[in-house]
Antibody, heavy 116, light 105 residues
Framework: QVNLLQSGAALVKPGASVKLSCKASGYTFTDYYIHWVKQSHGKSLEWIGYINPNSGYTNYNEKFKSKATLTVDKSTNTAYMELSRLTSEDSATYYC?????????WGQGTLVTVSS | DTVLTQSPALAVSPGERVTISCRAS??????MHWYQQKPGQQPKLLIYGASNLESGVPARFSGSGSGTDFTLTIDPVEADDTATYFC????????FGSGTKLEIK
């Protein structure tokens, strides 16, 4: 069965960076894009971008181009998202999800809290 | 960006039929998908490609529409359907609607 297992909650200081992980299992990792989605508390969902695990090609929402960096490690079937120069606006739950067009499989989410 | 507009909230009684609408700012053909999200959980795919029922989702859920106007229908509604429902388009870079919070009275 398809599973996306995300890293645990993170408490980070303003101005710092954080790297989230999403380990895929139950399918061929390189066959499907991995997308990342942000959900601020009680609010809607924002698409951050996707990565093609086979080629490493990425496509970002313009809003997150200078905020997020997507990478993969094919040897461990793991996708990563690094968020940089964190502010309180980045406090949210971040999900990885399997594409390419609709999202049938989601990770459990990683809560990122930015606080000094 | 393609903006998706949803009504913010609905309240219905068990056994009734409810329709949740989503309007796109431009045509997305049938590239519209629907999700259910309960508090503390990740979104769950209900409908893909505007009208295709995801495997394992009860047949009480259905979707329709094309172009700019789409509808998710739940008939009959059950108490467990209390949740927020999001639409998402994939015709352009993905965007989500703001969500419709469904309350079962």
């Amino acid at each position: 069965q398809v599973n996306l297992l995300q890293s645990g909650a993170a408490l980070v200081k303003p101005g710092a960076s954080v790297k989230l992980s999403c380990k895929a299992s139950g399918y061929t990792f390189t066959d499907y894009y991995i997308h990342w989605v942000k959900q601020s508390h009680g609010k809607s969902l924002e698409w951050i971008g996707y990565i093609n695990p086979n080629s490493g090609y990425t496509n970002y929402n313009e809003k997150f181009k200078s905020k997020a960096t997507l990478t993969v490690d094919k040897s461990t079937n793991t996708a990563y998202m690094e968020l940089s120069r964190l502010t309180s606006e980045d406090s949210a739950t971040y999900y990885c999800t399997r594409g390419p067009y609709w999202f049938a499989y989601w990770g459990q989410g990683t809560l990122v809290t930015v606080s000094s | 960006d393609t903006v998706l507009t949803q009504s913010p909230a609905l309240a219905v009684s068990p056994g009734e039929r409810v329709t949740i609408s989503c309007r796109a700012s431009e045509s997305v053909s049938t590239g519209m998908h629907w999700y259910q999200q309960k508090p503390g959980q990740q979104p769950k795919l209900l409908i893909y490609g505007a009208s295709n029922l995801e495997s394992g989702v009860p047949a009480r859920f259905s979707g329709s529409g094309s172009g700019t106007d789409f509808t998710l229908t739940i008939d009959p509604v059950e108490a467990d359907d209390t949740a927020t429902y999001f639409c998402q388009q994939s015709w352009n870079d993905p965007t989500f609607g703001s969500g419709t919070k469904l309350e079962i009275k």
